[in-house]
């Protein structure tokens, strides 16, 4: 998810609201490396149609223990 809210000079009165809402998809092609890709859809009338997001992230280091790619929020503390 991803909410907004701003205002212009002037016009605090009336502020912009944004949300936009989607999955987010992790593909990790090796332990030390992740991709994440994230299409978030307009659930408003000032949201862009469709804004996407899409990340790779790579651990550099020795090959010990601990040394992998993050995992994703969902996974944690299990």
Known sequence: MRYQSFTVKDTRGSP???F?????ISFKPSAHSRFDFTPLFDATDDTPSVALFAVFSYVF???????????????RNR
């Open 61 to 75: 280091g020795g090959s010990g223990e601990g040394n992998e790619a993050e995992a994703p929020a969902s996974t």
């Open 16 to 18: 912009i609201h944004r």
């Open 20 to 24: 936009g809402i989607g999955p987010s």
